[in-house]
T-cell receptor, first 116, second 110 residues
Framework: GAVVSQHPSRVICKSGTSVKIECRSL??????MFWYRQFPKQSLMLMAT?????????EQGVEKDKFLINHASLTLSTLTVTSAHPEDSSFYIC????????????FGPGTRLTVT | DQQVKQNSPSLSVQEGRISILNCDYT??????FLWYKKYPAEGPTFLIS?????DKNEDGRFTVFLNKSAKHLSLHIVPSQPGDSAVYFC?????????FGTGTSLTVIP
């Protein structure tokens, strides 16, 4: 099946710093990538949808200036958490959807962000 | 507004028995439904899907049933195995946009 990687898998940063998380589709071209956040015991919360070469579409309540998303190529999307706060600590997961009519999303392994 | 709901946060089943996970949705425009399995600290993995034009899809031990009139989706796992213990999310799609349920934590007791 399709493989999606995320890097780093874990990151600890200090309040006020920025953190970049990479999401790569390894064996297919992802026209659309999604970024999710998972809180403990809660569902996956969709943060934004990004299509290659265009600006991301953010869900209501997600600060676009805080969570910068770039989808510069068909295999790479990045999420940058700017001026991180402890409340940004969470598990961030990306997924990728290929071209064509397939509905399946392929998820990355997730990134655990801890802001101290 | 939660368009996809999984009303049971947890479920325990004996090994070898059937596990039934349920999912309800509100949007009649959803045209594709999926189930994902998730282990702690990992990304979800795709399990099985069903198009809205079907009412059943089977893959090995996993069967998904769709009742469009009731806007209800269920995943049957039989026989259940300890390795099936995980959180299961249902998802529904329209126009390639996805909506996830809140998940059901399945524990299969050996």
């Amino acid at each position: 099946g399709a493989v999606v990687s995320q890097h780093p898998s874990r990151v600890i940063c200090k309040s006020g710093t920025s953190v970049k998380i990479e999401c790569r589709s390894l064996d297919f071209q992802a026209t659309t990538m999604f970024w999710y956040r998972q809180f403990p015991k809660q569902s996956l919360m969709l943060m934004a949808t990004s299509n290659e070469g265009s600006k991301a579409t953010y869900e209501q309540g997600v600060e676009k200036d805080k969570f910068l998303i770039n989808h510069a190529s068909l295999t790479l999307s990045t999420l940058t958490v700017t001026s991180a706060h402890p409340e940004d600590s969470s598990f961030y997961i990306c997924s990728a959807q290929g071209q064509g009519t397939s509905y399946e999303q392929y998820f990355g392994p997730g990134t655990r962000l801890t802001v101290t | 507004d939660q368009q996809v709901k999984q009303n049971s946060p947890s479920l325990s089943v004996q090994e070898g028995r059937i596990s039934i996970l349920n999912c309800d949705y509100t949007n009649s425009m959803f045209d594709y439904f999926l189930w994902y399995k998730k282990y702690p600290a990992e990304g979800p993995t795709f399990l099985i899907s069903i198009s809205s034009i079907k009412d059943k899809n089977e893959d090995g031990r996993f069967t998904v049933f769709l009742n469009k009139s009731a806007k209800h989706l269920s995943l049957h796992i039989v026989p259940s195995q300890p390795g099936d213990s995980a959180v299961y999310f249902c998802a529904a799609s329209v126009l390639r946009q996805f909506y996830f349920g809140t998940g059901t934590s399945l524990t299969v007791i050996p």
